[in-house]
């Protein structure tokens, strides 16, 4: 069974920093292409970043430059490292992986409060 779990959040003040992780039960190679997403009471969940298999990287515009995703093959996780962060960054962010079949997993989210 495919399993992803994130991990980091929390509350953090205006011009912080948080780093989240997402835990693959497994190898990390099954998937293809690996993202964070968020979604706020009341929105569409929306893409922050993704990776893909050979290191592509593209990111929302509204975090570029802040945010940086990232894995570690080696211990099959994949991170976001989140800087600068703003009150309009507070969301659930989930993380998604997708295999080579197109199955999409997600994992069951943490919470960012970014509030002073």
């Known amino acids: 069974q495919v399993q992803l779990v994130e991990s980091g959040g929390g509350l953090v003040q205006p011009g912080g920093s948080l780093r989240l992780s997402c835990a693959t039960s497994g190898s990390i190679f099954r998937f293809y292409d690996m993202g964070w997403y968020r979604q706020d009471p009341g929105k569409q969940r929306e893409l922050v970043a993704r990776i893909i298999n050979g290191g592509h990287t593209n990111y929302a515009d509204s975090v570029k430059g802040r945010f940086a995703i990232s894995k570690d093959i080696d211990k099959n996780t994949v991170y976001l490292q989140m800087n600068s962060l703003k009150p309009e960054d507070t969301a659930l962010y989930y993380c998604?992986?997708?295999?080579?079949?197109?199955?999409?997993?997600w994992g069951q989210g943490t919470q960012v409060t970014v509030s002073s």
């Open positions: 998604m992986g997708r295999t080579y079949a197109a199955e999409d997993y």
